[in-house]
């Protein structure tokens, strides 16, 4: 268990692995780009758009249908209610699927439901690397590199609504056989031509749109947040003694000390560390404390004058590494 902690803390470590590294700045483009990427999640699948005129004849196969909710895959048709003398849809139905779908779909239909989907992929990858953010460092060039991915998401988003291009929204035809033959006005003049508005599905597309552009903005256009430095708490010198007896016949003992200096400089820790050795040989327990408070207490140069007095002293045998 000790050693999987002491795993643990190495890569942490490695990776610079802490809570808001860079602050909390780096909330604010998190959360836009997951309210971007829930918006693009909103709708489902036959409300982007709302279409009415003689496609709706051609999907319902009723004239007295005034509209029906279009998506890119699926319809939904609306419900008359007597009482009220109007037309609803109740969004708790199942979405009918196009039994033509093979002649609606044209080069602006592919295009934009690649783009969405590929608008969703990006938006997604960049949305969850962002939130890394909140735990680990990011460099300079991989947080541009999200900003980048936001923008992209943006642009491809937008570029979606060419869907209301397609030659379902243009066409004047009452059934299938009249639009698989080509009968489509596009022109100014016609006023039985169908006509697609925005309905839920694409306004939140056009919400995702902006949330998107405020996203790149914020990561762009600002600075770098750079990483907080890490503090850590502890003492200039931290020095260890260890007394241990080697034999107690020529009542010989060893005395090391550990000293540690640990300074911090613009955010990176130096760990400075000097190790001594000194082996005494003595009959007197006083001596050997007396050796200890002195090294304790002076900087390095009283400690070299020190040795020197202990030299010419009774005590022999001293030597140092």
């Not at 033509?100 to 934009?112: E, F, N, R």
């Not at 869907?163 to 100014?188: M, P, Q, S």
Request: hydrophobic residues 35%.
């Amino acid at each position: 268990m000790d050693s999987n902690k002491i795993t643990c803390q190495r890569i942490a470590d490695y990776f610079n692995c802490r809570l808001m590294p860079h602050g909390g700045i780096i909330l604010f483009p998190a959360v836009i780009c997951t309210l971007a990427l829930c918006a693009s999640f909103a709708d489902d699948g036959c409300d982007y758009a709302r279409v009415s005129g003689p496609a709706v004849e051609m999907l319902t196969g009723s004239s007295s249908v005034p509209f029906v909710d279009c998506g890119m895959s699926a319809y939904r048709i609306p419900g008359y209610y007597p009482a009220e003398n109007s037309w609803r849809v109740v969004y708790t139905d199942n979405c009918r699927p196009y039994e033509y779908m093979d002649l609606l779909t044209d080069t602006s239909w592919l295009a934009s439901e690649w783009l969405r989907f590929f608008a969703l992929v990006v938006g997604g990858t960049t949305a969850m690397f962002i939130w890394t953010s909140a735990c680990l460092t990011l460099r300079p060039n991989y947080w541009q590199a999200a900003g980048i991915g936001a923008a992209v998401t943006c642009v491809s988003t937008m570029c979606s609504f060419v869907w209301f291009y397609t030659k379902l929204c243009h066409a004047n035809a009452t059934n299938i056989n009249d639009f698989e033959a080509g009968r489509v006005d596009e022109g100014e003049g016609s006023t039985t031509q169908t006509e697609c508005t925005l309905f839920f599905g694409s306004k939140c597309a056009i919400t995702s749109t902006v949330l998107w552009a405020v996203a790149s903005a914020l990561i762009l256009l600002r600075p770098y947040p750079y990483p907080v430095p890490k503090y850590i708490a502890h003492d200039d010198d931290d020095i260890v003694p260890s007394v241990s007896k080697l034999s107690s016949d020529n009542s010989s003992s060893r005395f090391t000390l550990t000293a540690a200096n640990r300074r911090q400089n613009m955010g990176k820790d130096e760990k400075k560390n000097s190790f001594r050795t000194v082996e005494t040989m003595s009959e007197s327990q006083g001596s050997l404390r007396n050796i200890s408070d002195s090294l304790r207490a002076g900087p390095d140069s009283e400690y070299r004058q020190e040795r020197k007095a202990l030299a010419g002293s009774q005590m022999s045998g001293i030597t140092y590494a």
